[in-house]
Nanobody, 121 residues
Framework: QVQLVESGGGLVQPGGSLKLSCAASGSIGSINNMGWYRRAPGKQRELVARVISDRSTNYADSVKGRFTISRDNAKNTVYLQMNSLKPEDTAVYYC???????????????WGQGTQVTVSS
């Protein structure tokens, strides 16, 4: 089994910062993409940022220049540093990882349980 455990959400004022962490554990052979998605109330889930196995990154246009994604392969952990937070960043943030449990087996999507980020004064 594979688990993704997130931490770091909370309440922050506009302009503030938060750092999210997500650690993958369990039966892991190889991890391809790791990233963060979010779902705001009344909206569909959207990609926030992801880091590919070759360390290239993708960001949603709305967070470019404010959020930074990074990855520690030795710890199977992905981070999301969020600066200059805005009320519209309020959402549940979900960690995602594309994982192969053993050599030759398929890669599957795994998701964390979600962590709430609220930006409000």
């Amino acid at each position: 089994q594979v688990q993704l455990v997130e931490s770091g959400g909370g309440l922050v004022q506009p302009g503030g910062s938060l750092k999210l962490s997500c650690a993958a554990s369990g039966s892991i052979g190889s991890i391809n993409n790791m990233g963060w998605y979010r779902r705001a109330p009344g909206k569909q889930r959207e990609l926030v940022a992801r880091v590919i196995s070759d360390r290239s990154t993708n960001y949603a246009d709305s967070v470019k220049g404010r959020f930074t994604i990074s990855r520690d392969n030795a710890k199977n952990t992905v981070y999301l540093q969020m600066n200059s937070l805005k009320p519209e960043d309020t959402a549940v943030y979900y960690c995602n990882a594309v994982i192969q449990q053993s050599w030759g087996s398929p890669y599957y999507d795994y998701w964390g349980q979600g962590t709430q980020v609220t930006v409000s004064s």
